[in-house]
């Protein structure tokens, strides 16, 4: 038996247009604000695209998803692989990368910007018509496995221009925008996600939408979906809906006491 699917509610064409990416296996970009769903996503497509696949070789590839962080020290070989010494023997040990290509799992690279320009490098040979990852180290060159795919996120506005994707690797990949649910699929979400009935998550969902205005005040994205998701679990866990605010909400988003100002005057108004 297959276990359930992850809750994912779509908000737009991207679950038809990322079936469509991975047909064709074109790498895909998920850009947008943090705790807007990309993980879910990924974790949601790989599920209809490997257990509910109809594929049997699909089906068997275990793991499906194969995820990194990615930060600034990570390094080229912590994605293909290094040489270990066990006892008076080195054997090599294929990184998270390698391991994706050759089982034909989906590589996700998270917020890929993070990692070192050498290290984003080393994807690009996967993303065209070769699909083929160069293993230095060892000499190889390995031809990904027909259903791999390499999905890659990042989130345009943190840091600004400072931390952007070069073009010739942002070129390689087809980009699904994302952003925060209107009110209504967000307090949806909420309320499944917390258990919180319908009204606390409206209003938990409207808070969200308002602190998303606030951008005049050099606060740039606003509360994420998934701040929002922790408010609703404290108020499902006994704690008082303001209290659950200050705490998932308002300290939670910044540690700018005039940002923090402006989203408590918004949760006073909002709740009842
Ligand atoms: N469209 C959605 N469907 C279901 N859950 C969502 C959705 N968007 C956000 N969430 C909730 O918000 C949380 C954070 O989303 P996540 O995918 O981790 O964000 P990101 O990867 O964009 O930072 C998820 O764990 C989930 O609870
Ligand atoms: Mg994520």
């Given at each position: 038996m297959t276990a359930a699917p992850p809750y994912y509610l779509p908000l737009s064409d991207e679950v038809a247009v990322f079936e469509a990416a991975y047909q064709a296996r074109l790498p895909v970009l998920l850009k947008g604000p943090t705790g807007c769903g990309k993980?879910?996503?990924?974790?949601?497509?790989?599920?209809?695209?490997?257990?509910?696949?109809?594929?049997?070789?699909?089906?068997?590839?275990?793991?499906?998803?194969?995820?990194?962080?990615?930060?600034e020290d990570l390094t080229g070989t912590d994605l293909v692989g290094r040489y270990l010494l066990r006892g008076d023997e080195t054997v090599w040990m294929d990184g998270p990368l390698t391991r994706?290509?050759?089982?034909?799992?989906?590589?996700?690279l998270d917020e890929i910007v993070e990692a070192r320009k050498d290290t984003t490098v080393i994807i690009h040979s996967l993303t065209d018509h070769r699909r083929m990852l160069p293993i230095e180290k060892t000499a190889e060159l390995i031809e990904?496995?027909?259903?791999?795919?390499?999905?890659i996120s990042y989130n345009p506005g943190y840091q600004g221009?400072?931390?952007?994707?070069?073009?010739?690797?942002?070129?390689?990949?087809?980009?699904?925008?994302?952003d925060y649910p209107d009110e209504e699929r967000e307090a949806t979400i909420i309320a499944h996600e917390s258990g919180v009935d319908d009204e606390t998550a409206e209003r938990l969902a409207v808070i969200g939408a308002k602190t998303r205005n606030l951008s005049?005040?050099?606060?740039?994205?606003?509360?994420?979906?998934?701040?929002?998701?922790?408010?609703?679990?404290?108020?499902?866990?006994?704690?008082?809906?303001?209290?659950?605010?200050?705490?998932?909400?308002v300290n939670a988003v910044s540690d700018d006491t005039t940002v923090q100002k402006a989203v408590a005057d918004i949760v006073d108004v909002v709740l009842p």
């Amino acid at each position: 038996m297959t276990a359930a699917p992850p809750y994912y509610l779509p908000l737009s064409d991207e679950v038809a247009v990322f079936e469509a990416a991975y047909q064709a296996r074109l790498p895909v970009l998920l850009k947008g604000p943090t705790g807007c769903g990309k993980t879910r996503f990924v974790e949601y497509m790989t599920w209809r695209l490997y257990r509910g696949s109809e594929s049997d070789r699909r089906r068997n590839i275990d793991p499906a998803l194969i995820t990194v962080t990615c930060h600034e020290d990570l390094t080229g070989t912590d994605l293909v692989g290094r040489y270990l010494l066990r006892g008076d023997e080195t054997v090599w040990m294929d990184g998270p990368l390698t391991r994706a290509v050759r089982t034909g799992a989906i590589s996700y690279l998270d917020e890929i910007v993070e990692a070192r320009k050498d290290t984003t490098v080393i994807i690009h040979s996967l993303t065209d018509h070769r699909r083929m990852l160069p293993i230095e180290k060892t000499a190889e060159l390995i031809e990904a496995h027909p259903d791999f795919l390499l999905v890659i996120s990042y989130n345009p506005g943190y840091q600004g221009l400072l931390k952007d994707l070069k073009p010739s690797t942002r070129q390689r990949f087809v980009a699904i925008a994302f952003d925060y649910p209107d009110e209504e699929r967000e307090a949806t979400i909420i309320a499944h996600e917390s258990g919180v009935d319908d009204e606390t998550a409206e209003r938990l969902a409207v808070i969200g939408a308002k602190t998303r205005n606030l951008s005049e005040q050099g606060f740039e994205e606003g509360v994420s979906t998934r701040l929002l998701t922790y408010a609703g679990a404290l108020i499902r866990g006994g704690v008082d809906a303001r209290r659950a605010c200050e705490i998932a909400v308002v300290n939670a988003v910044s540690d700018d006491t005039t940002v923090q100002k402006a989203v408590a005057d918004i949760v006073d108004v909002v709740l009842p």
